[in-house]
Nanobody, 124 residues
């Protein structure tokens, strides 16, 4: 079992930055690849970014490439999402998730564990 707790969300103006954190507890954190997903009101949950168990591989959806950076610190059992140049369309609840798989990082049903989510609101 892995428990995930997100933090760092909030209200920010367009062009601003936020850093989300996801603290993990339970089974070995470094055994899992980690992902961030988001869900805006009235929309389906979508993939944002993922990082492999070692941190050596990162993956992003096209709309956040060059603006968001995912990273992890296995010593601290934490994964981060640095979000720069935020846009109103980035407004959503952001979830972190853990997967034991080595592929399909953009597929939500490959993730076994999910956090409760943190709200990010970007004003124009």
């Amino acid at each position: 079992q892995v428990q995930l707790v997100e933090s760092g969300g909030g209200l920010v103006q367009a062009g601003g930055s936020l850093r989300l954190s996801c603290a993990a507890s339970g089974r070995t954190f470094s055994s899992y690849a980690m992902g961030w997903f988001r869900q805006a009101p009235g929309k389906e949950r979508e993939f944002v970014a993922a990082v492999t168990w070692s941190g050596s591989g990162t993956y992003y959806t096209g709309s956040v490439k060059g603006r968001f950076t995912i990273s992890r610190d296995n010593a601290k059992n934490t994964v981060y999402l640095q979000m720069n140049s935020l846009k109103p369309e980035d407004t959503a609840v952001y979830y972190c998730a853990a997967t034991p798989y080595y592929s399909d990082y953009d597929t939500a049903n490959k993730y076994n564990y999910w956090g409760q989510g943190t709200q990010v609101t970007v004003s124009s």
